[in-house]
């Protein structure tokens, strides 16, 4: 999930320098949802990996 952010940041860099405006507003705002989400799944994962008490193979 964090490449696909990072691919939509690319995107609206690229867009942004051409001058697509409306184009890199919208990858912009899909790059920083994407960021967000794969935070929160990456907390999560966390606060319920270390809770789990693994075992070591």
Do not use: K, P, Q
Request: charged fraction near 10%; proline fraction near 0%; glycine fraction near 14%.
């Amino acid at each position: 999930m964090l490449r696909y952010a990072v691919i939509f940041f690319v995107i609206a860099i690229i867009a942004a320098v051409f001058g697509f405006g409306g184009i890199a507003g919208a990858a912009t705002e899909i790059a920083r949802i994407l960021f967000v989400v794969f935070i929160v799944l990456f907390l999560v994962s966390l606060i319920f990996g270390r809770g789990r008490g693994g075992t070591a193979i």
